[in-house]
C-alpha cells in the first residue's frame, strides 16, 4: 500500500434491507441479562453486534443520563473504562460492570491526575473544563464536565470573568473556543483515532463522491474540522444524516457510528472517513468489548467498577453540574 498515492478502496456502507437474525449468543446474553436484572448501555463506537441488544446506543452525554436513571440492578456498559466509571459516579448504588477492564483510552491517558493538580495549584484561579472522556480523578478536580454534544452550551453559561482550562483534549476545546469566542488554556492531549484523519484523505474522499457532505466529530484537528460541511457530536450526527438531502455522507468519525447510522437511515449510503493509511478508523480501545466478554461479563458480575467514596462524591458534583446545566 502506497500511502503517497492512498491506494485503497474507500469503505461504502450501502444501503440496508434486513437485520440479519440474532445469533444464539445473542440470544444467551438477553437472557442473562434478564435473570441479572441489568440494563445494557452502549456506545456508538461498539461493534455492531454489540449495538443490537444493547438497551440504549448513544453518545456519552446520553449514556450519562441513561445510567444516571437507571434502575437495573446491573448496568452493563459497553464502551471504554471511563463511559463505567461515569456510570458507577452517578448510580453507585449499582452494579456496574465493563466487558474489558483494558478497554482504556487515550485521550484519558492524556491527563493523569497528579499532573492536573499541579497545574492547578500553580495556576489558582483557573475554571476547569474537563471532557468527559477522562478518569475519575481527574473528573473530581474539574468545575464542570462537558461532552462533545453539550461543550458549547456548558461553556457559555461560565461567567466571563473567569480564566478557562479546558481538558484534556485540545482539538475539541479549540473548537470550543472558536464556537464560543472564549479564550482557553487548552491540555496538550489528543484521540488517538481522531487525529488519524488528514486533509489529504478526506479531500481525496470527497472527490470520488462530490456530492457527500462531510461531517466530522469535534476530535478531530481544526485542518479537518474546517474541511467539514458540519462538526458535531455523534448524537447530532444522527440528526445531520437525517436531514440532510444528500442521498450519500462521508463520516468522519470513529466507524461503529455507522453501523447505528445504517439501522437508523437504512436507505442512505455512507463512506467512512479515511486516514492516509487505511480506508476506515476503528478505535482499539472500543473494539477491545466483544459478546463472548459481554456474556461472560454477565455471568461473572465482572469487572466491576469499585471506587474510594469520597473520590465518587468529589466526580459527582461536576458531572451534576453538566446535567443540570444542560437542560437550561
Given at each position: 500500500m502506497a500511502i503517497g498515492t492512498l491506494n485503497y478502496e474507500p469503505q461504502v456502507f450501502n444501503p440496508v434491507q434486513e437485520a440479519a437474525p440474532l445469533t444464539p449468543l445473542q440470544e444467551e446474553i438477553l437472557e442473562l441479562k434478564r435473570q441479572r436484572n441489568a440494563v445494557i448501555l452502549a456506545h456508538n463506537y461498539q461493534i455492531e453486534p454489540i449495538q443490537?441488544?444493547?438497551?440504549?446506543?448513544?453518545?456519552?452525554?446520553?449514556?450519562?443520563y441513561e445510567a444516571a436513571n437507571a434502575d437495573a440492578d446491573v448496568i452493563l456498559f459497553c464502551g471504554v473504562h471511563f463511559m463505567a466509571e461515569t456510570a458507577k459516579i452517578v448510580n453507585p448504588q449499582r452494579t456496574v460492570i465493563l466487558p474489558d477492564a483494558e478497554a482504556g483510552c487515550s485521550l484519558s491517558d492524556s491527563c493523569p491526575p497528579e499532573k492536573l493538580?499541579?497545574?492547578?495549584?500553580?495556576?489558582?484561579?483557573?475554571?476547569?473544563?474537563?471532557?468527559?472522556?477522562c478518569s475519575a480523578a481527574v473528573k473530581a478536580l474539574a468545575d464542570v464536565i462537558v461532552t462533545s454534544g453539550n461543550?458549547?452550551?456548558?461553556?457559555?453559561q461560565i461567567p466571563e470573568d473567569r480564566e478557562i482550562l479546558f481538558v484534556p483534549d485540545q482539538n475539541l476545546g479549540a473548537w470550543v473556543s472558536r464556537q464560543t469566542g472564549r479564550k482557553m488554556r487548552l491540555w496538550p492531549g489528543s484521540c488517538y483515532a481522531h487525529?488519524?484523519?488528514?486533509?489529504?484523505?478526506?479531500?481525496?474522499?470527497?472527490?470520488?463522491?462530490?456530492?457527500?457532505?462531510?461531517?466530522?466529530?469535534?476530535?478531530?484537528?481544526?485542518a479537518v474540522r474546517d474541511l467539514a460541511d458540519e462538526v458535531c457530536s455523534t448524537e447530532k450526527m444522527v440528526q445531520f444524516c437525517k436531514n440532510t438531502p444528500a442521498e450519500r455522507i462521508i463520516v468522519v468519525?470513529?466507524?461503529?457510528?455507522?453501523?447505528?447510522?445504517?439501522?437508523?437511515?437504512p436507505h442512505k449510503t455512507f463512506i467512512a472517513g479515511p486516514t492516509d493509511t487505511c480506508a476506515c478508523n476503528n478505535c482499539r480501545y472500543?473494539?477491545?468489548?466483544?459478546?463472548e466478554k459481554v456474556r461472560?461479563?454477565?455471568?461473572?458480575?465482572?469487572?466491576?467498577i469499585e471506587m474510594d467514596e469520597d473520590l465518587r462524591q468529589r466526580a459527582e458534583l461536576p458531572i451534576r453540574r453538566m446535567l443540570e446545566w444542560s437542560k437550561r
Open positions: 443490537r441488544i444493547a438497551d440504549y446506543l448513544g453518545d456519552s452525554l446520553g449514556l450519562a493538580k499541579a497545574y492547578q495549584d500553580a495556576n489558582p484561579g483557573l475554571y476547569t473544563v474537563a471532557y468527559i472522556n461543550a458549547v452550551k456548558i461553556v457559555e487525529v488519524l484523519f488528514t486533509t489529504r484523505a478526506i479531500e481525496k474522499v470527497r472527490g470520488e463522491f462530490p456530492d457527500a457532505p462531510v461531517v466530522a466529530h469535534p476530535e478531530c484537528t481544526q468519525t470513529e466507524t461503529g457510528m455507522i453501523h447505528r447510522l445504517q439501522r437508523e437511515i472500543m473494539k477491545m468489548n466483544t459478546l461472560d461479563a454477565l455471568l461473572k458480575l465482572e469487572p466491576s
